[in-house]
C-alpha cells in the first residue's frame, strides 16, 4: 500500500482485518471505510450520517464536508493529528479506525472543524446548523467562531462546551465535562487562553478572558478564574498553585494526579 498517507493506510488495514475477523461488521466497515478512497472522505461520509433524519440530508452534509477540506488543506492535516492523539494517548484506542468510528470527542472536533471552515467563510447559518446537531448528538457545545489548534484527544467528551472566543493551542488532551466559558454576561472577548500541551482534567471549569500559560496541568473539578503561567499544577475551587508537572507536556502523558510539589 501507498504510504503518501500512513495513518489512512494503516485505518485501512485495520478495517479489512476486523472485516474478516466479525463478519457481522463486514457491510459497516465496507461503507465506513473500505469503499472510500482516501481519508477525507471517509470523514466527510462518517461525519454526516448523524444528520441522516434531520432538515438537511446527510448527502448534502457530506459534500459540504469535501468542500471544506478542498478549500482548506489545514484542516485533514489536523485531522490526522487529532487521531495520532487519541491513539497514542488513549488507553481505551486500541486501532487508529477507533476516533474515527466510534469516539463522538473526535467526531464533535472534527465536525466543529467543518463549522468553524463555515463561519470564517461567513456561512454562519450553516455553522450554527451544525454547532447544534454537534450539541444534540454529542452532547459537546463548541462554538464555531472558537479556535482551535491541532493534536488534540478529548477523551469522553460528554458535557464539554467551549465558548465563542476561546483560543485552545496545540498537543491539548481535554477530559469530559470541561468548561471554557465567559465569567458574565459582558460580550466581546470574553473566554480563556489556552496554551500548548496543557491538561485539562475532568470536570474543570476555566472562566473569563484569561490565560493559561503553556505545559499547564489543571486537576480534575477545578475552577479556574485567574491567569496562570507556563507550566504550573494548579487544582481546588478556586483554583491555586500546588505544584509543577514531572512532564513538559502534561497532555501527552495524561498522568491526572497532583503531584505536591513545591515551587
Not at 71 to 79: H, N, Y
Not at 210 to 225: E, N, Q, Y
Not at 229 to 258: C, F, N, W, Y
Amino acid at each position: 500500500m501507498s504510504s503518501i498517507d500512513p495513518i489512512w493506510d494503516s485505518i485501512k488495514n485495520e478495517a479489512a482485518k476486523l472485516s474478516a475477523s466479525e463478519p457481522l461488521l463486514s457491510s459497516f466497515f465496507a461503507a465506513a471505510i473500505l469503499e472510500h478512497q482516501s481519508l477525507d472522505a471517509a470523514i466527510s461520509y462518517n461525519l454526516a450520517r448523524p444528520f441522516a433524519n434531520s432538515a438537511v440530508s446527510s448527502e448534502d452534509i457530506s459534500a459540504v464536508i469535501s468542500e471544506a477540506f478542498a478549500a482548506d488543506t489545514s484542516i485533514g492535516r489536523s485531522v490526522r493529528l487529532d487521531i495520532e492523539a487519541a491513539y497514542q494517548r488513549d488507553a481505551a484506542c486500541e486501532y487508529y479506525l477507533t476516533p474515527l468510528l466510534y469516539f463522538k470527542g473526535f467526531q464533535a472536533l472534527q465536525l466543529y472543524r467543518i463549522a468553524h471552515w463555515l463561519w470564517l467563510q461567513d456561512r454562519r447559518a450553516l455553522a450554527l446548523f451544525l454547532q447544534n446537531g454537534i450539541s444534540e448528538r454529542f452532547a459537546v457545545d463548541i462554538h464555531p467562531a472558537a479556535q482551535m489548534g491541532s493534536g488534540i484527544m478529548i477523551d469522553h467528551a460528554t458535557g464539554l462546551v467551549i465558548g465563542e472566543t476561546a483560543v485552545v493551542g496545540d498537543n491539548l488532551s481535554i477530559m469530559h465535562s470541561v468548561t471554557l466559558g465567559g465569567s458574565g454576561s459582558a460580550v466581546g472577548d470574553r473566554h480563556p487562553k489556552i496554551g500548548n500541551g496543557v491538561l485539562i482534567s475532568a470536570g474543570a471549569k476555566v472562566l473569563g478572558n484569561i490565560r493559561v500559560g503553556d505545559g499547564v496541568k489543571i486537576g480534575a473539578g477545578s475552577l479556574v478564574l485567574e491567569s496562570i503561567p507556563d507550566h504550573v499544577t494548579v487544582a481546588g475551587v478556586p483554583a491555586r498553585v500546588v505544584g509543577t508537572p514531572k512532564e513538559d507536556s502534561p497532555a501527552l502523558e495524561m498522568d491526572q494526579s497532583i503531584e505536591q510539589k513545591e515551587l
